[in-house]
């Protein structure tokens, strides 16, 4: 099922009625930022989100976004890949779970997929952990693997593509970029998948009973 909301004002509407990509890391505790209670409080109507669109890395990300959707372009001639800002990508049978996608993709076989874009600045040792092991091999922080479970849960479909350029700025790496994918299919996360949806149907039939859940701590 899509949902095509026409601007940012209907969109913005029609996220309250749902968990979108970028909740998923809060509603299971995995969100260093953000915590499934104040989700919660967001989603009942109890807080308003905060507005971060005027932050610099998020300004930044939006910037660069359209950027890296067109060298993915040109590096992948083998994908088409299609963009639509405001669709809404529901889940059949667990409706509240939809996700607004940075790219469509279709591969050669025709099998669609999902294009996830993301920036960062690394500014320290620990945030260097989050998206790199101990050899330097580049991962998917908690938090955003579980929004590509989530993206394959809305969607049905069979993978995902996450495109990463991460700024680097402290004494020990230097001032540097790096880009990097990674891929996920859905054949090997299947379990992972099923896991995050029940969860999310917890989190969301707290949200419909008003009650609000035990907090959940991200990992230390």
Known sequence: MILKPTDRKSWLAARRQGLGGSDAGAAI???????????????TGITEPEDISDKPAVKFGKEAEKHIRELFKLEHPEFAV?????YMYLNDTYPFIYATLDGELTDENGRRGILEIKTATIQNPSQWGEWFDDDGYPKIPNSYYAQTLHQLAATGWEYVILVAYIRVAYAAEGSRARIFERYVERSEVEADINFLIGQEAAFWQAVKDKKQPPRLLPEI
């Open 29 to 43: 505790g995995a969100n260093k930022y953000k915590s499934n209670v104040d989700l919660w409080r967001e989603k």
């Open 82 to 86: 299609d963009y639509h800002e405001f």
